[in-house]
Structure formats: structure tokens, C-alpha cells
């Protein structure tokens, strides 16, 4: 099956609001204490993310830095829409940036496994060449293989650049760089991560919309994931019957998370936070929460986004299937 041709969709771009990230990292310091008992906040220049644990496809996440949303989830519920496969090497090409890191959540390419899958989106482009570090999460038939764990990660071939229905992930030059660094320990409210962080901005920034992407460790703790199952045979048209259709799993740090948050939706049909795990020991899929709040310590590294891109928008659009 051809995938979607980018001069045939409709592609927007509206800026977002840049706040210094001095600014950022005092409204994090005073607004996350409420989530989490040890916060920590800084502006600083990431570590090289090509090293374990992070194992990107670039060593930073800076340089023009930009949310990108890829349809949504009306091509997935209530019933799949196979025509929705894009290829990212194409996209990189199509919007003329190379070098270039693009990474964050998405849909695997099911025509590659012949399911549908997660997409652990990690890839880069630099003088042409791909580099295709995105990780995929299928489910595995229960009981299949002894200690068998309902869950199967594993990576992409480089010649192996699409994803489909969805996605949201941040595009930048993958250029080491200043970025907001939050180290954030013990949960004691009831928000997960990333919504903590989101509300916290919301709350400050207000009408004006402020978009973050790059990556987050968990250290330590146990966080929910869910992984898509093949496509549902029967449409899907509630929470409850999305709810029913993943799989969930608990699973275990270290765990690294790529994926996006954005403040508001500015009329263009956006997933506000939207973030997808994977591990050297297997564990990875759609992050919800973690379910160990007394361990919970994470860290994270986000850049600020200039602009959101957004991509194939559905048409015809609802609020299933975005928690
Ligand atoms: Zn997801």
C-alpha cells in the first residue's frame, strides 16, 4: 500500500509562545511541588542522548525546534483507516530538514509486522542517511512462550521509515542545546508527569500556548502502559470500548519516554501530551502513570517548540481514544 503523499494533505504551522526558559523552570519549581515531594528544575544543555539509557538517534534535541501532530486518532476509532501510512524519512524530506531528529508516539507500521503495533518514534536524518533507532510494541497470544510477558519490543530495519495513523513528536535539528531539565521524585498528588507539567504551564501561561517534546527517564517505580492490540474487528466507539480493546501492562525502570505537551489546542484538533516508552529490558508502550508513587523518580530533558506542524488532520474529528 502507497503511503500518504504530503503535497496531497493539508499541512498547518501556527507559532507558539516562547516564554525564556529562565521563566520556565521558576513557574515547574514553584507549580510541581504540589505533585511531587523532590522537584528540581533547570535550563541546561542536555547529555549526550545517543548514550544508554536514552540511546536517541541524535546526540541533542535543539535547533528549530517544532511539535509535529500526524492525523490522529479518528483514523484508528472508530474503525482503522489503513490508507493512513506515512512515511517519516519522506516527511523529514518533504519539509526540508535534514539534519534532522524526529521523535516521539506514535502507531508502528503494521505492514511490516502484519499487526497492528506501538510506535517508539526515533529517528534522524543527516546528510541523507537514516538513522532508524523507533522501537515497535505488539501484543504477544498469552501463554505463547514460557515466561511469555503479553508484550513483544523490538526495532526497525533503516529501510523501515513508516508509521501509521497517528503521531506526535518533536522535530528539531537534534543539535545539543539548552533545554528544560526536571528531575522530579516521590508522587504525592494524583497528576502523572506529564500532566503535572502541563498544568502547571497552563495554569501560568494561560491563553498562550506553550509546546514541549523531547524525552524522560523513569529511574525508579512502576509505570502503566498500554499496547495496541490488532485493529478491533468491531468499531470502537467509546472510552470504555477503546479501554476494553488495549492491552495493559505494568511495567518496570528504567524506562525512556519520547513524546510532546502542548498547553492548549489552538484549532487544530490537537493531542495535548501524548508519550511512549522503551527499555533495554523489553518494557515499552503508550505511558499513562506510574503506579508506585513512593519510588517514582523521573527526569526529564524538553525542548521548547516554536511552532506546532500539524499534518492530515481527520476531517471529521472526535475526543475518543486521546488519554
Ligand atoms: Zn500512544
Not at 176 to 181: A, S
Request: glycine fraction near 10%.
Amino acid at each position: 500500500m502507497a503511503s500518504v503523499d504530503y503535497s496531497k494533505v493539508p499541512i498547518t504551522e501556527k507559532p507558539l509562545h516562547q516564554p525564556p526558559l529562565e521563566e520556565i523552570v521558576e513557574v515547574l519549581s514553584k507549580g510541581l511541588v504540589s505533585n511531587f515531594e523532590d522537584v528540581s528544575v533547570s535550563a541546561e544543555v542536555s547529555p549526550d542522548l545517543t548514550q544508554p539509557p536514552y540511546n536517541l538517534s541524535a546526540p541533542g534535541l535543539t535547533g528549530n525546534a517544532k511539535l509535529v501532530e500526524l492525523g490522529g486518532p479518528p483514523y484508528l476509532v472508530p474503525t482503522v483507516r489503513r490508507d493512513k501510512l506515512y512515511d517519516l524519512a519522506e516527511l523529514l524530506r518533504h519539509l526540508r530538514r535534514d539534519p534532522a531528529l524526529l521523535v516521539g508516539a506514535g502507531a508502528g507500521p503494521w505492514p511490516y509486522l502484519g499487526v497492528n503495533c506501538e510506535g517508539i518514534i526515533n529517528l534522524s536524518l543527516k546528510d541523507g542517511v537514516v538513522e532508524q533507532g523507533t522501537r515497535i510494541v505488539s501484543v504477544q497470544p498469552a501463554g505463547a512462550a514460557k515466561g511469555s510477558s503479553g508484550y513483544k519490543q523490538q526495532g526497525l530495519p533503516h529501510t523501515e521509515t513508516r508509521t501509521a495513523l497517528l503521531g506526535n513528536y518533536l522535530l528539531s535539528d537534534g543539535a545539543p542545546g539548552k533545554v528544560i531539565k526536571v528531575v522530579a521524585k516521590k508522587r504525592i498528588g494524583p497528576a502523572n508527569f506529564i500532566t503535572a507539567i502541563r498544568e502547571t504551564l497552563k495554569q501560568h501561561y494561560g491563553d498562550k500556548v506553550v509546546g514541549l517534546g523531547g524525552t524522560f527517564l523513569l529511574r525508579e517505580g512502576s509505570v502503566k502502559h498500554h499496547v495496541m492490540p490488532d485493529f478491533s474487528g468491531t468499531p470502537l466507539c467509546s472510552d470504555a470500548d477503546v479501554d476494553n480493546w488495549l492491552h495493559f501492562f505494568e511495567m518496570r525502570a528504567p524506562i525512556v519516554h519520547v513524546g510532546t505537551l502542548v498547553t492548549g489546542d489552538m484549532g487544530l484538533d490537537l493531542r495535548v501530551q501524548h508519550f511512549h516508552g522503551f527499555s533495554a529490558h523489553g518494557d515499552g508502550g503508550h505511558y499513562h502513570y506510574d503506579v508506585t508513587p513512593e519510588q517514582a523518580h523521573y527526569e526529564a530533558y524538553l525542548a521548547l517548540a516554536a511552532a506546532v506542524v500539524r499534518i492530515d488532520p481527520p476531517a471529521d474529528t472526535h475526543a475518543i481514544g486521546r488519554d
